[in-house]
């Protein structure tokens, strides 16, 4: 029972909870036992959020009995990003900083997610401060990749993926600063989306890189991340950078599969030299798959993109550097006493910080105070926006050639731990296709696409859309999806090497 | 640690040369403007849950050690 | 740690010019704060107008307080200033404890407001142009208090406090350009420029403009420069500075204190200075440079203020009298002499005044009161009229006891001495003390009779038509009554008993 639980979708889920065939206590239990079960091996989680899970689903069970109205989502539980604050469990940012610390209020997306009364199955792992694209930038150890755990699940996000692909959870909350979603669920042969800036409200995530930061959905299919999307998305008054738009349709978009008529743009700068060639075997399939439904392939140039990875480790390092600066020891969080000398606030909130950051989070904070300074500001950060500008230019002059962008989203599958942790520009080169979108601010997912022949490892396809079209993703990804596990026989999470002790 | 950030900083220095003096900066992804709040009294917290997380306390209030060193 | 010397005053202006400018800072009475909906509120428990926002916990984000953009377009315009068509919000980095995200959101190169002006009228009628670089939105931060040094001095504490209901509160900052051409004069200029843009945005009701209360801020920079040089001097600014008494004496200070540096040859350290007004002297606090590095950048969590032209003017529509048009009417209307009303604007009693006026009293009894008998104390004390410790209200009701004919101005003027020891209403004064005025013409008309009779002489002049001398009659009767006699009252008797027209 359990495992048959564990393998359905949220849809799925949804739909037996909505029917009375499962009650919402037996499918967070059963969850729960699976993260019992597997996550001593796979690390997914840093905390276990019990019972007030089984407690929230009690409710739903009640509720429903009593013929209340409820949410489509309600019983279906949810594991959630160690960066979103939530009350009455740690937010730890994967830090030492935070160990243990508790925030006494609770980010908008979770506040939206109690309202639907969807169990939050705990808080994943990820790099810490959503700094890396391994997970092995976490303070507590990393997660490793349900297809062969000896190597990476992705980054930042590598908990929340993982956590979908080995069955722990149903659906997940990500957050994507430079591609933190998309990635990891390329990896893992997940599904992860970046929906247009300001679409999710950032209230309760904690900033990395304000102007590029997005929440978004994790799951194992298109549909469960519309149906997500929908519920963690619209206008909040509490971020200035919130749009007024609801995202409905979403949904509808990823059950429709047609892409009958719809211009497909292949970015050439994103794809060919320097990606693997199982991941180009794999994008070049989908294309066929694609266009023998009818989709009209094009391909788009944007040269601009070359410069992205610079100018993001511009932007990104640059607000980072104020956004790190409140961990101090002063109001919450670790407070480290300097070993010798005068007792000054100002060496305790420099030994507080020399302890509870590691060196990934050190490396970008003084990147990013230098990028900013006097006299350098022009050349770093001020040309660096610039950038942005002209990467901008050139989606909006790809988009009216095409009505989405299709790359790979990684240009390589999931590589061994250790392999690249001391290389920072091998593991930034992780992130060159999804960056441009977190420039732009334009929404981006990623689906699986298939397993690369030389390793037999997950390889993800990436789509883009203009800004506020995300239902355009929805259609397209909904469409190759249903085309691919077609070919397949079913999911690709089929596919992966069974984890737990049912084998 | 040092000679990493080098590395960073030479690869990223390229940027500065690719866009010209005519191409205004990009600091919000997408255009808003006049986003504001009414100014209605909303949520407080109580001193409890403001200093809750405190690393030190005293009647009510954040302690830090000395600003200024003893001379 | 040794006292500054400082050179006499008139000698620094031998060889010397002096340049001024000036950062205040006014907090603005909106509701809630700039940035987050916790309330604006003064005198509170510490941490009890705080929510996550004003914190800085992790994950929370800024929202503008519209009527805080609203107030500070007024003050803009009050300024006689350009309003930007479109400006933005700025971070301003530093690691501080009172600084609850360890940057403040501030504007930076695109303030709301630029390029104004505002003329200052000296005590003596001299107008002198201030000119207005700019000025901008920002945040105010937490309010620390130092444990263990001397009288809460930073210097020698052991640890600090903190609490964060100040943080956040919406401020102005209004920069001036260089002054230059004040000569002597500077520190009477500054103290009228502050009270000058204390007393508009009073009026323009966007702040309660209690110096006292910190409400009103002012950072002082002064520098020297030799007579005739083009390049300024080094400046120090001052901080700390909390009372118009305060802002005169420390640029006074400073410049003596400057000239002395230059004298002996050494020269003028860039740097904060605190103001103590215990000692009348200016402290070294930290190094000031402008090279101090705050890394400003575009707030990326805010979007920008776009103040349409329309807007601009719906905010000009609703501008109150500015105070230099309000000033005018009421000197017309209380039909005081230029004088008077200059003295009475010099003293800073002008608004105690009005709002007497506006309690019932005539003009002419407000400022006998006030002048007469306000001002003097609050001299001797030291204090702004305003901070003495007499509203206007009890003006009101020391006037209604002696128009009452219950008391006389001599024991108004006792009660007003009780009101300030804090005995309790007037009422409450007379009753305690026993003042009363012998309001029964009997033992007036025994008094009277007694002195005519000690003073024929006198007696005789009056009634030859000598009225000025009743005074010594009068004298001799409120001697005898111990000055419990309303004086008026016993004239009028004295001159019906001698069948005299007074």
């Known amino acids: 029972m359990t495992q048959d639980i564990i393998h359905s979708t949220a849809a799925q889920l949804a739909e037996k909870l909505a029917a009375k065939e499962l009650s919402a206590v037996e499918v967070t239990q059963a969850h729960l036992d699976r993260i019992a079960e597997v996550d001593g091996e796979v690390n997914a989680f840093l905390h276990v959020n019990t019972q007030e899970a089984l407690d929230v689903a009690a409710e739903v069970d009640a509720a429903r009995a009593a013929g209340e109205e409820l949410h489509a989502l309600a019983g279906v539980p949810i594991a959630v990003k160690d960066l979103i604050v939530t009350v009455g469990q740690p937010t730890t940012a994967a830090s030492k900083i935070l160990e243990g610390w508790h925030s006494p209020y609770d980010a908008t997306v979770i506040k939206k997610l109690r309202a639907a009364k969807m169990p939050i199955l705990g808080k994943t792992n990820l790099d810490e401060f959503a700094m890396g694209s391994s997970t092995e930038h976490s303070a507590y150890g990393p997660t490793r990749n349900p297809w062969d755990l000896d190597r990476i699940p992705g980054g930042s996000g590598g908990g929340s993926a993982a956590a979908v692909s080995a069955f722990e959870a149903p659906l997940a909350l990500g957050t994507d600063t430079g591609g933190s979603i998309r990635q990891p669920a390329s990896v893992t042969g997940s599904v992860g989306v970046k929906p247009t800036y300001g679409g999710v409200s950032r209230y309760g995530a904690i900033a990395m890189a304000s102007s590029l930061d997005q929440i978004g959905p994790v799951s194992r299919t298109v549909l469960d991340s519309a149906l997500l999307h929908e519920v963690i998305s619209g206008h909040d008054p509490y971020d200035s950078t919130s749009l007024k738009e609801s995202w409905t349709g979403l949904a509808a978009a990823a059950a429709s599969g047609d892409v009958k008529g719809m211009r497909i743009g292949i970015i050439k700068e994103l794809h060919g030299e320097g990606y693997q060639a199982g991941v180009e075997n794999r994008f070049n399939e989908s294309l066929e798959l694609l266009k023998a439904a009818g989709a009209e392939i094009v391909e788009v140039s944007c040269p601009n993109f070359e410069y992205a990875l610079g100018a993001y480790y511009l932007i990104m390092p640059s607000e980072v550097s104020s956004n790190l600066a409140k961990f101090d020891g002063v109001r919450f969080g670790l407070r480290a006493l300097p070993e010798d000398g005068p007792m000054t606030i100002e060496r305790v909130m420099g030994a507080t910080r020399a302890a509870g950051f590691g060196d990934e989070v050190k490396r970008r904070i003084i990147l990013g105070t230098y990028a900013l300074s006097a006299g350098y500001y022009d050349a770093y950060y001020g040309s660096a926006q610039k950038v942005r500008t002209l990467i901008q230019r050139d989606f909006d002059a790809a988009f009216a050639q095409a009505d989405v962008l299709i790359s790979p989203t990684a240009p390589t599958t999931a590589f061994k731990l250790g392999e690249k942790v001391d290389d920072p520009l091998a593991m930034y080169l992780n992130d060159v296709a999804t960056i441009p979108a977190n420039m732009a601010g334009v929404p981006g997912i990623s689906i699986p696409g298939g397993l690369a022949d030389e390793d037999g490892l997950p390889v993800g396809i990436q789509f883009l859309a203009p800004a506020r079209q995300d239902v355009r993703l929805y259609r397209a990804a909904g469409a190759l999806e249903k085309l691919l596990e077609e070919k397949w026989g079913g999911p690709l999470l089929a596919q992966a090497p069974v984890l737990g002790g049912a084998k | ?71 | 740690m040794s006292a500054d010397e400082i050179l006499d005053y008139d000698s620094v202006f031998e060889k010397y010019e002096p340049v001024l400018g000036f950062e205040v800072h006014v907090e603005l009475n909106t509701k809630t704060k700039m940035f987050s909906s916790a309330p604006n509120e003064f005198g509170d428990e510490p941490n009890t107008n705080v929510n996550e926002v004003d914190l800085g916990l992790p994950g929370v984000l800024p929202v503008v307080n519209k009527a805080a953009v609203e107030s500070s377009i007024k003050i803009g315009l009050a300024l006689n200033c350009q309003i930007a068509e479109t400006c933005r919000f700025a971070r301003k980095n530093y690691f501080y404890p009172d600084t609850p995200k360890n940057f403040q959101t501030s504007q930076y190169d695109e303030p709301i407001a630029f390029d104004g002006y505002l003329d200052i009228e000296l005590e003596d009628g001299e107008v002198f142009r201030v000119e207005i670089e700019r000025a901008h939105m920002e945040e105010d931060a937490g309010k620390l208090t130092h444990m263990g040094g001397a009288a809460g001095r930073i210097q020698g504490a052991d640890y600090s406090l903190v609490d964060y209901n100040r943080a956040g509160v919406p401020l102005v900052e209004i920069v001036t350009k260089p002054i230059e051409g004040a000569g002597k004069r500077a520190p009477e200029l500054a103290k009228a420029y502050v009270a000058a843009v204390r007393e508009i945005v009073k009026n323009l009701g966007v702040s309660d403009a209690r110096m006292e209360r910190g409400n009103v801020r002012c950072d002082a920079n002064v520098s020297l420069k030799p007579i005739g040089q083009e390049k300024f001097g080094t400046r120090s600014e001052t901080k700390n500075v909390n009372s118009l008494r305060a802002v005169e004496h420390a640029v006074r200070f400073e410049i003596q204190r400057h000239g002395a540096v230059l004298e002996s040859g050494e020269k003028v350290v860039q740097e904060t200075r605190h103001w103590h007004e215990d000692t009348r002297t200016t402290t070294s606090g930290r190094p000031k440079s402008d090279a101090d590095d705050y890394r400003y950048f575009p707030e990326p969590d805010l979007v920008p203020v776009v103040a349409s032209r329309e807007w601009v003017e719906e905010l000009r529509a609703t501008l109150p009298e500015p105070p230099a048009e309000h000033r005018k009417r009421l000197k017309a209307a209380w039909g005081y002499s230029d004088l008077e009303f200059r003295d009475v604007v010099n003293a800073g009693v002008m608004d105690l005044i009005e709002e007497t006026v506006a309690a019932g009293l005539k003009p002419s009894a407000a400022r006998k009161w006030w002048m007469g008998e306000v001002v003097g104390r609050a001299k001797v004390a030291e204090v702004d009229p305003g901070e003495l410790g007499i509203t206007p209200d009890v003006i009101v009701q020391v006037n209604g006891l002696v128009e009452a004919g219950k008391i006389n101005n001599k024991m108004a003027s006792e009660v007003l001495d009780g009101v300030l020891a804090g005995e309790g209403t007037p009422e409450e004064i007379v009753a305690a003390r026993g003042l009363a005025v012998v309001s029964d013409d009997g033992p007036l008309l025994e008094a009277i009779d007694a002195a005519l009779a000690a003073q024929p002489d006198v007696a005789e002049k009056i009634r030859g038509g000598k009225v000025q001398a009743i005074g010594a009659i009068v004298g001799g009767v409120m001697k005898a009554t111990r000055g419990q006699a309303d004086a008026g009252r016993v004239r009028e008797l004295i001159l019906e008993k001698l069948g005299v027209e007074g």
């Open chain 2, 1 to 71: 640690m040092a000679g990493e950030l080098a590395v960073i900083v030479d690869s990223v220095k390229s940027v500065s040369e690719v866009a010209g003096a005519d191409v205004p900066a990009t600091s919000h992804p997408i255009p808003l403007s006049n986003v504001f709040r009414e100014d209605v009294v909303g949520h407080v917290l109580t001193a409890e849950q403001a200093l809750s997380g405190a690393p030190d306390a005293d009647e009510n209030r954040f302690k830090v050690p000395a600003i200024l060193d003893e001379e």
